[in-house]
């Protein structure tokens, strides 16, 4: 029988508003049990601390320009989960973290992914084993780095019984998809950056109003998509960007052609280009993927409405697009699960990306350990 080993797994994705925090039980292999999931939102000091780096640093040289403010950065990053992990009060000295930081510069031409959070340090504030730099092994084996997950997405969906060949869909920051055509066991598991996910909507919403995110959608409903600036974005979009890239950043994007637009109508606008492009690249997907029915979504982009709506004109008819949580499984914590598995899983040196998954050249072990 194999080992259990318990994980709390820390997710703060692009979106940079906190950290998902989820605690865990799992052999690393086939079997997963959460046992508390909890939202921490960062101070204001750190969330506007993050967006406004991420405006700053486009190029592999701006890391180098504003290096101050990056470890200023980290540290405080680091700080304040190392408070999320003590309010958890882990009176196991054997609990592992998974640790993913917060990333602040993903670029898979260049085969560099940096996340924010320093392993030592939290290590030296919580006495808890961290396994953190989850990406490093990956592309230093010819991956992209992302997506990273598709192995646990396998897993809860062998563990619910969905009936495969299945699509998740997850819509953070960026958007992607596994197809997972086989039980956890096989390696016949398909993964991609898509494109945007919430940024674009996001960062509208944020340059424009009080507001952090357009919550279910509700800014978009209200205005009028503006056809003859979003057909130009698309075409621009489609002349400058590589159809067969597997990973993304946010600055892969920006929303300069919505300019001038009203809230409500550049909301409109770049909700209906955000769900043109995960529709494209989701068709050419299943087009290899054939037996597809389910397309089941998590993260918070499943809350917006308007996008989803949106995207149900742009796929074919025959695919059902559910929320996750309809099979039990709490679509806001399943990134942060995920890493609980992957630590347990780098812990025991077993292989957390593919090359059906991020283009390694071989099934690669991941994250860094630093214990006392």
């Known amino acids: 029988m194999q080992k259990n080993y318990t994980s709390l797994g820390l997710m703060s994705g692009t979106s940079g508003d906190g950290v998902d925090a989820s605690l ?9 049990q959460t046992i508390k999931d909890k939202y921490f939102q960062y101070d204001s000091s750190i969330y506007e601390g993050i967006h406004n780096l991420k405006e700053k640093i486009y190029k592999f040289k701006d890391l180098y320009k504003y290096q101050k403010e990056i470890n200023e950065l980290s540290r405080k990053i680091t ?9 958890f009060k882990l009176s196991d000295h054997d609990t592992l973290v998974g640790f993913h930081g917060q990333t602040i510069y993903h670029n898979a031409d260049e085969k560099i992914s940096l996340q924010l959070g320093d392993g030592n340090l939290l290590n030296q504030l919580t006495k808890k084993k961290i396994i953190f730099n989850f990406r490093k092994n990956d592309i230093l084996n010819g991956g992209d780095g992302a997506p990273i997950t598709p192995i646990f997405h396998q897993l809860i969906a062998t563990q619910k019984k969905i009936k495969l060949p299945v699509c998740i869909l997850n819509v953070g920051g960026i958007s992607n998809a596994t197809i997972i055509k086989e039980p956890i066991g096989s390696l016949k598991i398909f993964s991609k950056d898509l494109g945007p996910g919430n940024c674009l909507i996001d ?3 944020r340059k424009n109003s009080n507001y952090k995110f357009d919550d279910k959608g509700l800014f978009a409903s209200r205005g009028q998509c503006n056809e003859i600036i979003l057909e130009q974005a698309q075409e621009l979009y489609n002349n400058r960007v590589d159809k067969n890239k597997v990973s993304f950043d946010i600055n892969d994007f920006d929303i300069s052609f919505a300019r001038g637009l009203s809230l409500e109508d550049g909301a409109a606008t770049l909700t209906e280009f955000t769900a043109s492009i ?4 989701l068709t050419i997907l299943f087009n290899k993927h ?11 982009g499943r809350k917006n409405e308007s996008l989803l709506m949106s995207l149900s004109k742009k796929i074919p008819k025959r695919f059902n697009i559910k929320q996750i949580d309809n099979y039990e499984i709490n679509g806001d914590f399943v990134e942060s699960q995920a890493f609980a598995f992957l630590a347990i899983r780098s812990y025991k040196n077993l292989p ?6 991020t283009r390694c050249h071989s099934p690669t072990a991941g994250g860094e350990i630093i214990e006392n």
């Open 24 to 32: 865990a039980k799992s052999n690393g292999i086939d079997k997963f």
């Open 79 to 87: 700080i304040f989960h190392a408070k999320v992990i003590n309010e």
């Open 203 to 205: 960062n509208w919403i």
């Open 278 to 281: 995960i529709g494209e690249n």
């Open 290 to 300: 054939s037996k597809i029915e389910e397309i089941l979504v998590c993260g918070g």
């Open 352 to 357: 957390i990306s593919f090359p059906t998954t």
